[in-house]
């Protein structure tokens, strides 16, 4: 499948992982429409990625927020490519505190809800729009979801971000064995420790300590190495059901 040419949506898009995939994307032809919640950074976006980039405004588990960004995308060419990089942390929470006292499961859920249920919202609406593509080099479209080291490697107190990344994980394979007869490729990016505007809030001494976990290359994940993935994936034909680890060979330690 190729992007020249092509329209996409990239979820997140508006900093991070989808802002550099946005990138890389227009650089390689195609029209990318940015969903995020962020009206001043994807407002910010499109003025760095120019004419070939419009942003929507949209929360990833409102139906109607995530069509209406699926149609934009495709008035500006055939939808054939989606990433979504949207989701959120999770807040360290314990199953039981020192006081045994059960963690909330409003947070656990309000988590799950974000990375696992807005996940498969992109999904299934995508995969919708897909379908009715002609078929380009055998694809009629492809979809890369976002997972987390942290589906393998889950730290303490990280039990719901674990949860919903593990699912996205879990549903990578059956998405693509599901979405087989439709022409449409389904493959997911697990990163580890990346250089995201939430690390960029740290400390130098804490991000060098972090960086100084990884076996090689000593450094903290770049949103350009998660773009030029998620491009790959997207346009390498025989790439279909995975999950690939994106961490330089890191294995989170318990905490």
Known sequence: MHIHGSSALVTGGASGLGLATARWIIDGGGRVV????????GAKAVAELGDNAHFVQADITDEAAVAAALDTAHTRG??????????????????????????????????????????????????ARMAGNEPDDG???????????AAFDGQIGQTSYTAAKAGVHGITLVAARD??????????????????PMLSRLRPDIRESIAATVPHPKRLGAADDY?????????????????????????????
């Not at 694809?139 to 080291?149: E, Y």
């Not at 979405?179 to 420790?193: D, F, K, M």
């Open 34 to 41: 940015l969903a995020d919640i962020s009206e001043e950074q």
């Open 78 to 127: 055939p939808l054939r490519c989606v990433v979504h990089c949207a989701g959120r942390g999770g807040d360290r929470v314990r199953i039981l505190d020192k006081e045994r006292t059960p963690g909330s499961l409003d947070t656990f859920a309000e988590v799950v809800r974000v990375n696992l249920v807005g996940t498969y919202n992109v999904l299934r609406l995508a995969a």
């Open 139 to 149: 694809d009629r479209g492809a979809i890369v979801l976002t997972a987390s080291v």
């Open 179 to 196: 979405l087989a007869s439709w022409q449409i490729r389904v493959n997911t990016i697990a990163p580890g420790v990346m250089d995201t």
């Open 227 to 255: 773009a030029r993935l998620a491009v790959e994936l997207l346009e390498n034909p025989y790439m279909n059901g995975q999950t690939i680890r994106l961490d330089g060979g890191v294995r989170m330690a318990p905490r």
